[in-house]
């Protein structure tokens, strides 16, 4: 469903799903629906970051947890891989 239909699942459910793919690529599109569907909710932000980092695309990376960091400020989850952007 997080493929096909994703707009039937609530935001733990769509971010859950995520963590079933092996591929970085398809936890990326869940966590990037996960923004569009939820976009107040700074985890779909802060999850895709990390694919995103873990892909070696730092620049990006950084924008989300920038993001994610406006949303849930002083997050200690957040701030901490903003330090490993640094």
């Given at each position: 469903?997080?493929?096909?239909?994703?707009?039937?699942?609530?935001?733990?459910?769509?971010?859950?799903?995520?963590?079933?793919?092996?591929?970085?690529a398809d936890k990326l599109a869940i966590y990037?629906?996960?923004?569009?569907?939820?976009?107040?909710?700074?985890?779909?932000?802060?999850?895709?970051?990390?694919?995103?980092?873990?892909?070696?695309?730092?620049?990006q990376a950084k924008t989300n947890f920038d993001?994610?960091?406006?949303?849930?400020?002083?997050?200690?989850?957040?701030?901490?891989?903003?330090?490993?952007?640094?």
């Amino acid at each position: 469903m997080a493929k096909s239909n994703p707009a039937e699942l609530n935001v733990e459910e769509l971010l859950y799903s995520a963590t079933l793919f092996d591929n970085d690529a398809d936890k990326l599109a869940i966590y990037e629906t996960a923004i569009k569907q939820f976009p107040n909710d700074w985890r779909g932000f802060n999850d895709a970051g990390m694919i995103l980092f873990e892909m070696g695309k730092v620049a990006q990376a950084k924008t989300n947890f920038d993001k994610a960091n406006t949303l849930s400020a002083n997050n200690k989850v957040v701030k901490n891989n903003l330090g490993a952007v640094e």
